[in-house]
């Protein structure tokens, strides 16, 4: 692979579709609006918005979310069913993805029916969408477990109908990035002239890791949800996935992510699924230093430990004075309270903060702290 991409990749965040098909979620109209808005205000390319041909609500939704006018291009699912895009046509829309199953498997167990009459499907549904002026996707639901020879048939008749890109799935997040990788490539090399959208799901861990190997290997456009959202495990997440292109592909998608840390609250908030303190890029902790060792060398210089500054993604630094801690950090923390502690004071109590935090199985707070502080400097005086 190589280290850094030399292409264009544009984000389509489904947080409004697949983010809310997470099991219990339901977002209300005006949390879909709000969630659009900030995705769109921090740069976001492509919103999946919907699945009007759900019903009312849905379309009512969606609609609003078309009135609203933003720059970002609002894309909705379907099925390949005519009347799936007639419904997305009625609520203003003029991206669709039209999603068919492509894999033995589906085709068979879930479709009961057989290769051609996908390949009869998808020249019905993408003639008709076509014929009205629509961007459309193609989305192959499981394309991680089709012959790829297949999916190469399918991309021909797509290129050949007009489509503007193909959405290779991996639908029960079972691939690992080096499967990923060569798949797309094989894809990309077989079909130039169509654009591929790379769509991961977590099931293993490696949603993440598997859009970006698709991108590496030359997938134009990728899918992510906030904080992960979406059915199961979930799919990549946006704030994983952007600051992944960035430091580690030397690749900026033109996104700003100081609000990452705001927008993955509110839809923490508004999915009822609260963000993990530890969860990767936007958690509270994932920017703390208890460690000896490690709080030294943060307060030395930051790019010893952290690969990143945090507000850039719009949270902060903590200290934390717990079991592991060393004295920088217990002087840096007390510095952070306003009290200027010597080093010769934190050390003598170091063994006392240390005993604290494994009677209390927990670290000190800044009012254990000050209690620890008050009756040391009692002992002090009274000494």
């Known amino acids: 692979m190589e280290h850094t991409l030399k292409h264009e990749v544009i984000i389509d965040d489904t947080t409004l579709r697949d983010g809310e098909q997470t099991a219990g979620v339901v977002f209300s109209k005006k949390e879909k609006i709000a969630i659009a808005r900030m995705l769109d205000s921090i740069g976001v390319r492509e919103l999946e918005c919907g699945i009007p041909a759900m019903g009312e609500d849905e379309r009512a939704a969606v609609r609003a979310l078309v009135d609203l006018g933003l720059p970002a291009r609002l894309i909705t699912w379907n099925r390949a069913l005519v009347a799936d895009i007639q419904a997305s046509i009625d609520c203003g829309i003029t991206a669709v993805d039209i999603s068919l199953s492509v894999s033995d498997q589906m085709i068979a167990h879930k479709l009961r029916k057989d290769r051609r009459w996908v390949k009869e499907q998808l020249r019905h549904s993408l003639g008709f969408a076509k014929e009205r002026g629509l961007y ?3 989305g192959g639901e499981d394309s991680s477990r089709a012959d790829p020879l297949f999916l190469v048939e399918l991309m021909e008749v797509a290129r050949d109908m007009g489509a503007d890109r193909f959405r290779f799935c991996d639908t029960l997040g ?3 990035p080096f499967t990923m990788y060569e798949t797309v490539r094989t894809l990309r090399t077989a079909v130039p002239e169509l654009d591929i959208e790379v769509h991961t799901h977590n099931d293993l861990g490696m949603a993440t890791a598997n859009a970006i190997a698709g ?5 134009r456009f990728v899918n992510t949800t906030v904080n992960g959202l979406g ?3 979930g799919n990549a997440a946006l704030e994983e996935v952007v600051m992944a292109l960035k430091l580690a592909c030397g690749c900026d998608p033109g996104i700003d992510t100081h609000r990452f840390h705001e927008i993955s609250r509110f839809v923490g908030r508004a999915s009822q699924r609260p963000v993990p303190p530890w969860k990767a890029v936007v958690g509270e902790r994932v920017f703390s230093h208890e460690s000896g060792l490690h709080a030294d060398g943060v307060i030395k210089n930051p790019l010893n430990y952290e690969g990143f500054d945090p507000a850039e993604v ?3 630094r903590h200290i934390v004075v717990g079991k592991h801690s060393g004295t920088s950090g217990l002087v840096e923390r ?10 010769e004071e934190a050390a003598e109590l170091m063994d006392e903060v240390r005993a604290v935090a ?3 199985k927990r670290p000190l707070s800044d009012g254990d702290l000050r209690r620890l502080y008050a009756a040391g400097k009692h002992d002090r005086l009274a000494a």
Not at 334 to 343: D, H, K, Q, Y
């Open 231 to 233: 059915e199961r495990a």
């Open 314 to 316: 719009g949270l902060r």
């Open 136 to 138: 459309v996707s193609v």
């Open 215 to 219: 991108i590496k290997a030359g997938a």
């Open 358 to 360: 494994q009677r209390l």
């Open 174 to 176: 079972i691939l690992e």
């Open 334 to 343: 007390f510095r952070s309270m306003g009290v200027e502690l010597a080093r």
